[in-house]
């Protein structure tokens, strides 16, 4: 889901709760807060020699000891309207950070409307080979979709 995505989400629904369910079908406890919205660039060679870059809008959520707070869609919005200064390109997509044992990152995967709220549905994110041609893989469906100026290994293929 990209920003813009998650902005119009929030202006449509103003007024309800905010809510985050997990992948394996569990929710965030309502009692989370958004803690960080970070642009998190990251420019990478891929293991085929090729340069990369990303940039996704990145919301860590962290679950206090108050257990009584509550996130609406419009404090939500409020939140995301703050950070538009160092997030000016809203085609980012957006993802997710939380830790229940380890800090894990997520995509989001779609969302829903349930009991008065805005439901986020987060997907894990996965790893893949950005070089399958060189690496002697088939191709992947996602492979490429990532800004690459060129820059290669050399003959050998894969680094």
Not at 46 to 57: F, I, M, N
Not at 92 to 114: A, N, R
Request: hydrophobic share 35%; aromatic share 6%; charged share 20%.
């Amino acid at each position: 889901m990209t920003l813009s995505e998650i902005k119009k989400l929030l202006a449509d629904h103003g007024g309800l709760h905010f809510r985050i369910r997990l992948p394996d079908g569990g929710d965030v406890p309502q009692s989370f807060h958004v803690t960080e919205v970070g642009r998190v660039h990251k420019t990478f060679l891929d293991c085929g020699g090729t340069l990369r870059e990303s940039t996704t809008c990145q919301l860590q959520i962290w679950v206090g000891p108050d257990y009584d707070h509550r996130l609406e869609t419009g404090k939500m919005a409020a939140i995301l309207g703050k950070a538009a200064s160092y997030l000016p390109d809203e085609s980012i997509p957006v993802e997710m950070e939380y830790e229940d044992k380890v800090i894990s990152q997520y995509t989001i995967s779609g969302h829903s409307l349930e009991d008065g709220a805005v439901v986020l549905h987060l997907s894990h994110k996965h790893t893949e080979c950005l070089a399958p041609e060189l690496c002697g893989l088939p191709p992947l469906p996602a492979a490429g979709k990532l800004k690459a100026p060129s820059l290669s290994c050399g003959p050998r293929g894969c680094c």
